[in-house]
C-alpha cells in the first residue's frame, strides 16, 4: 500500500530557529495535507494542499507541493514554545472509501 | 459550528471485554472516519461511514464494527478486546466524498486493555 516517509523523526531545536520538515512518498498524491497533534489530544489540520508546486502560508507555517507529487515540506518560522509536538503530512487515498494515509510524523521539541 | 467529539475520553478495560466508542461529527459534515493510533506511530485507518452505511475499511478484524445515525454521528465497537486494541481512537468527521479529502479529528479516546 501507499506509504509517507517523514524526516526527520525527531528534532531538537532553540526557541527562535526555524524548522523544516519534509515528506516523501513512493505514489502520487493529488493533496498532501499537514497536522499537528499535542500529548493527548486529536490532531489538528494545519495546512492542506491541492495543487503540485502549490506554496501556501498559515501564519508562520509555510508548506509546498512537491513538483513530483510525491512530496512535500513544511517550514516553521521563528519557532516558539507552542509549536512543541508532533506533525504529521498525510495524503488521501481511495480505497473503496476515501481514507487518509498518515506517515509516521515528526515530533518537535524547543530547548527555551 | 460545533468541533467533532468523541466520548468517553479514557477508558480501561479487560481483555475479552466489548467496547463503545461515541463520535459526533462536525456540523455539515456527513461522513465519518474512525482511525487507530498505536503509541509513537500515525493514525491507521479502520474504516469509514457515510449516509449510515459502511463504504469502506482498512486491516482491521472484523471484531472492529461500527455504525452511523441520521444525523451522521457514529459509534466505534470493538468485541473480544485484546491487549493489541490499547490505543488511540480517533473519530474525524469531513464533508464527502471526493473532493473534499480534509479530516477534522476529535480528542479521541484513550482505551487501555488489561
Known amino acids: 500500500g501507499q506509504q509517507l516517509n517523514q524526516s526527520p523523526q525527531s528534532m531538537f531545536i532553540q526557541e527562535g530557529e526555524d524548522v523544516s520538515m519534509n515528506c516523501t512518498s513512493s505514489?502520487?498524491?493529488?493533496?498532501w495535507l499537514w497536522y499537528k497533534q499535542d500529548p493527548g489530544e486529536g490532531p489538528v489540520l494545519l495546512i492542506a494542499?491541492?495543487?503540485?508546486?502549490e506554496l501556501t502560508s498559515n501564519g508562520r507555517l509555510t508548506a509546498q507541493f512537491g513538483i513530483t507529487r510525491k512530496d512535500s515540506f513544511l517550514n516553521i518560522s521563528a519557532s516558539i514554545p507552542s509549536d512543541v509536538g508532533i506533525y504529521f503530512c498525510?495524503?488521501?487515498?481511495?480505497?473503496?472509501?476515501?481514507?487518509?494515509?498518515f506517515g509516521q510524523g515528526t515530533r518537535l521539541t524547543i530547548n527555551p | 459550528e460545533t468541533g467533532v467529539t468523541q466520548s468517553p475520553t479514557h477508558l480501561i478495560k479487560t481483555r475479552g471485554q466489548q467496547v463503545t466508542l461515541r463520535c459526533s461529527s462536525q456540523?455539515?459534515?456527513?461522513?465519518v472516519s474512525w482511525y487507530q493510533q498505536a503509541l509513537g506511530q500515525g493514525p491507521q485507518f479502520i474504516f469509514q461511514?457515510?449516509?449510515?452505511?459502511?463504504?469502506g475499511r482498512g486491516n482491521f478484524p472484523p471484531r472492529f464494527s461500527g455504525l452511523q445515525f441520521p444525523n451522521y454521528s457514529s459509534e466505534l465497537n470493538v468485541n473480544a478486546l485484546e491487549l493489541d486494541d490499547s490505543a488511540l481512537y480517533l473519530c474525524?468527521?469531513?464533508?464527502?466524498?471526493?473532493?473534499?479529502?480534509?479530516?477534522?479529528f476529535g480528542q479521541g479516546t484513550r482505551l487501555t486493555v488489561v
Open positions: 474525524a468527521s469531513s464533508r464527502g466524498q471526493g473532493e473534499f479529502p480534509e479530516a477534522f
Open positions: 505514489s502520487i498524491f493529488n493533496t
Open positions: 494542499l491541492y495543487k503540485a508546486g
Open positions: 498525510a495524503g488521501p487515498v481511495i480505497q473503496g472509501a476515501q481514507k487518509l494515509v
Open positions: 456540523s455539515g459534515h456527513n461522513t
Open positions: 461511514y457515510y449516509r449510515e452505511e459502511e463504504n
